[in-house]
């Protein structure tokens, strides 16, 4: 393993959950793979811009075809595309917000989602560029959305799925934090139990396989 890119999105930072367990993994992994190299994003003390409308029509055009305000537009959007594309792993810290994702998250989402660069069309549909990568997704939530009455509220780990997958990278992993927001007992047992799905990531990944993790390895 060459290269891990860690990309935190939450504006809690070193309070967040989903940093503190997308940090444990990124730091078992280095333990593990001396020589691999962390790239840390984080999206909320380097905020990324909106898309606009240089963005926009720049994003649709080949790079000799821009004018200096879309090719600007681009400059930031060329160099995560570059760092996702660089790495082997790639960790993503996010939470939950509005059923969603955070909008850090999103907005990064926006700058790594480029058609022609991470995915192109064909007559087959869509086809993903970011291939061989291995996902981890670090997903904190203040209730509990896997299971139980609000399994259709959520729209964070579909969205995450659905996006990453359009643009090649199938090969996901999940760590759920789930029910934060449901008292201290709940709390704890979430930690505890989001820490033992961090271990299991980190072995899978060690162990170069592609098994489901079990959601209850507490
Ligand atoms: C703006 C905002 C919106 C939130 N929306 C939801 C929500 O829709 N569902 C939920 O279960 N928790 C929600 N939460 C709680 C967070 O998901 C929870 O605090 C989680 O730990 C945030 O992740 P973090 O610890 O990595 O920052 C929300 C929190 C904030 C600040």
Do not use: C
């Not at 058609?115 to 904190?140: E, H, I, N, R």
């Not at 271990?199 to 060690?206: E, G, H, K, N, T």
Request: cysteine-free.
């Amino acid at each position: 393993m060459k290269n891990i890119l860690l990309i935190l999105g939450s504006p809690r930072d070193r309070a967040s959950y989903s940093h503190q367990i997308g940090r444990r993994i990124v730091d078992d992994l280095k333990s593990r793979y001396p020589s691999a190299k962390v790239v840390v994003r984080n999206l909320a003390k380097e905020a990324l811009p909106d898309v606009d409308d240089a963005f926009v029509t720049g994003r649709m055009l080949a790079p000799d075809k821009r004018r200096a305000a879309e090719a600007k537009a681009l400059v930031l959007s060329d160099v995560l595309v570059a760092e996702l594309m660089a790495a082997d792993v790639i960790v993503l810290a996010s939470p939950m917000h509005n059923f969603g994702v955070s909008a850090p998250v999103k907005k990064w989402i926006d700058q790594i989602a480029r058609p022609g660069v991470t995915f192109s069309y064909s007559d087959k549909g869509p086809m993903g560029l970011v291939q061989g990568k291995k996902t981890v997704l670090v997903l904190a939530r203040g209730g509990v959305y896997s299971e139980g009455p609000m399994m259709p509220y959520d729209f964070q780990e579909p969205y995450l799925r659905t996006v990453l997958g359009l643009i090649g990278m199938t090969d996901v992993e999940v760590v759920r934090i789930e029910g934060v927001a449901m008292g201290d007992e709940a709390l704890r047992s979430a930690v505890t139990s989001a820490k033992a799905q961090a271990d299991a990531v980190v072995r899978v990944i060690a162990s170069g396989a592609s098994v489901p993790v079990l959601a209850e390895a507490a």
